[in-house]
């Protein structure tokens, strides 16, 4: 049966056109099936890089423990950089950057590699050494990019902290990760304004407990040329430091199950995990992805929207495309600066053929209309991608036909900063879209639906979204963490990895995944822990308690909607609720912002006190209120209902 979804009918299906499917990197139907010999199908992936030394394994499964690769040894950034120096690649441009302000630079894969060597032999002059972490909060620079490469030359981990993230959220993510060194900036550029990174570096240090060379050096390169407190001692400009480092560092080989970096994620409680990706699996996992996903062909120039600060940033703007020599743009500003058309600027400028980009973009782009596209020649475009979230069908449509051209395949690629590999999407080529459907696990990837006893549901119906097998880039564990690892992911079902989602299956096989089931609410493609925002509400003075749950929005995807209830004897003032808005982005940063807060002079909970956020959802979405049978206190619900409107 068809079922219409606004203007889109939900069973229609589209095909790639001839011409693109009769070129595509994947032309091959049975991919799929070839993918059902997993530990083949991953063998054969394993040759695409360089390999100091071949594995003896591909996988060792110890639940829930798995190592990929066992007994090879290779380095991320020789695969990025060193080995496309031998023939036409030397001198093809690795990356292009533009800068919010107009300003822009390109690095071939020579300056590219140059860059890295001199960074990695200043991190090493600092005493970094393999195994050592390093934090990066930065902008979207080519000196981030630089340092993530350097730092896996060396075989120290990264951690990247989105420059969103507030003094404290980072301060939070060196502790954790013990960073023996803070690479900054003096400042970042946001519409025109500035972002003093460095002075939140200042702010977060002090209060870290250490406890081992946590923090012995803090790199400064300067962007906004802001005015910035250094420590002597600490922190040292890298353009004064840069200035005598060799161009040449040797690329450390490294145990395929090394750390290559880590992320943090907002998970189910107050405390972020820090994700674990290790070298080889990977490697493996983003440079097999990244071609077959985007059909790369050596002349695209190939543009990821992502903040590197995020997984989509680490995967598909660096590791995944850099590995497959691939020409990157990396865009440091906002969509509408100074222009709504600056997007579409940078595609025309570059000849942009492969744009991938987030559904709340895509919904923001629409809402501006499409004069802003149109203005400009974007016919370069010859792919198009979207991530973070589900896309509704109608941003699916518009994308297809304003931006593709009604010519460009989307892909649509669901996964997670766990899988840290794209797992399911389409194979351009050969697999049919259908708008709003990230369409089928990757082959040699398997995932199932499955009902709350774990058994798979049948074609037509909808579950929990679960892995039943490991994949070469799935995370490791959480940092310092297993039993985290183990009791978050692998223990809901037995056998499988629990993703967190929805998602049903189509009669023809394909997913639609709906959203998280957890306490996860995804705002613009960005998770956020309900339980941290709830900790950053009720760090304030005179708040009691206070639940957190998501909201859908228009652009959005979800909005943060807060329930909180002051202390006994306060009562709200104006600008209360703005107070409390303003704690929480001084707490996490602007992304947890509650869009609302609610002033509630109690919450309602069961018996045994529990929150109730379901019946939350039901009120912030504004819906029929759902089973109430335990609530310890009925009283309570209507309070909420009846003060609603009133508080709007
Ligand atoms: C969650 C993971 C991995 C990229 C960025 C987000 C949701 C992601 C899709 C998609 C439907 C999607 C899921 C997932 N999600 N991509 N194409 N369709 N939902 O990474 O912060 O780790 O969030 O984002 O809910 O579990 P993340």
């Known amino acids: 049966m068809k079922e219409k979804l606004g203007s889109v009918e939900e069973r229609e299906l589209f ?107 200043l991190l090493k002059s600092l005493d970094v050494e393999k195994g050592d972490r390093v934090t990066i909060y930065m902008p979207m620079i080519p000196e981030t990019v630089i340092a993530m490469l350097a730092c896996a030359r060396i075989g120290a981990a990264h951690c990247v902290v989105f420059g969103g993230f507030s003094a404290e959220a980072l301060k939070d993510r060196i502790q954790d990760s013990q960073s023996k060194v803070v690479i900054t900036t003096d400042g970042s550029y946001r519409r025109g304004n500035t972002i003093p990174l460095k002075a939140n570096v200042d702010q977060a240090l002090p209060s870290i407990t250490c406890i081992n060379n946590c923090v012995e050096s803090v790199i400064v390169v300067k962007r906004t040329g802001q005015t910035v407190n250094m420590i002597e001692g600490r922190d040292i400009w890298y353009h ?98 100074p222009e709504k058309d600056r997007y579409w600027e940078i595609v025309e400028k570059n000849r942009v053929t492969i744009l991938y980009t987030a559904p709340t973009a895509i919904r923001t782009f629409m809402k501006w209309g499409e004069s802003y596209p149109l203005s400009k020649d974007i016919s370069s475009l010859r792919l198009l991608g979207s991530v973070g979230e589900p896309i509704n069908p109608e941003a699916w449509m518009w994308y297809y036909k304003h931006i593709g051209g009604e010519r460009c395949p989307i892909v649509d690629t669901w996964w997670q900063t766990e899988t840290g590999m794209i797992m399911m999407a389409p194979v351009p080529g050969i697999t049919a879209l259908k708008p709003g459907s990230c369409t089928k696990p990757f082959p040699g990837v398997h995932i199932e639906i499955v009902n709350p006893m774990g058994d798979p549901v049948p074609k037509g119906e909808s579950g929990y979204l679960v892995i039943r097998e490991p994949w070469p880039a799935m995370l490791k564990t959480v940092y310092g963490d297993d039993k985290r690892y183990a009791d978050t992911y692998w223990s809901q079902f037995s056998g499988a990895y629990f993703t967190g989602d929805e998602a049903k299956w189509d009669d023809d096989g394909y997913f639609w995944v709906t959203g998280r089931v957890d306490d996860v609410i995804n705002v613009s493609g960005h998770r956020i822990g309900t339980a941290e925002v709830e900790g950053a509400l009720t760090d304030h003075p005179l708040v009691a308690e206070a639940a957190c749950v ?5 652009v959005k995807g979800q909005a943060v909607f807060a329930f909180v209830s002051l202390k006994e004897g306060i009562s709200a003032y104006e600008g209360l609720i703005n107070e409390l808005k303003t704690h929480v982005v001084q707490k996490i940063g602007s992304l947890a912002r509650p869009d609302d807060i609610f002033l509630s002079t109690e919450l309602p909970k069961t018996r045994s006190g529990k929150i109730m956020r379901r019946l939350l959802k039901d009120i912030a979405e504004g819906r029929e209120i759902g089973d109430t049978s335990t609530l310890a206190d009925a009283a309570v619900l209507n309070f909420l209902k009846e003060n609603m409107d009133a508080q709007k």
């Open 15 to 121: 095909f790639p056109p001839k011409e693109f499917c009769s070129k595509a990197v994947i032309q091959n139907p049975e991919i799929h099936e070839l993918g059902q010999d997993r530990e083949g199908f991953w063998n054969e992936q394993g040759k695409r890089l360089n390999w100091f030394e071949p594995w003896d394994t591909v996988f060792e499964w110890d639940y829930p423990f798995a190592k990929w690769y066992g007994g090879g040894k290779l380095n991320a950034a020789y695969n990025c950089l060193d080995r496309h120096l031998e023939g036409a690649r030397r001198n093809k441009a690795a990356l292009i950057f533009e800068g919010e302000s107009g300003d822009r630079r390109v690095l071939t894969y020579q300056d590219l590699y140059r860059e890295v060597s001199q960074f990695a032999n």
């Open 240 to 337: 004064e430091a840069i200035k005598n480092a060799s161009i040449h560092c040797p690329a450390e080989p490294m145990e395929a199950d090394d750390m290559l970096f880590i992320l943090y994620t907002s998970g189910t409680t107050g405390k972020p995990k820090g994700v674990v990706h290790r070298v080889g699996g990977y490697m493996v996992g983003v440079s097999t992805t990244h071609e077959w996903i985007f059909d790369l062909k050596e002349e695209d120039v190939y543009w990821c929207t992502a903040d590197v600060g995020w997984i989509t940033g680490h995967s598909y703007l660096v590791y995944g495309p850099l590995s497959n020599g691939a020409t990157i743009v990396l865009y440091e500003g906002a969509p509408d600066y």
């Open 550 to 554: 998501g909201r859908t929005h228009e």
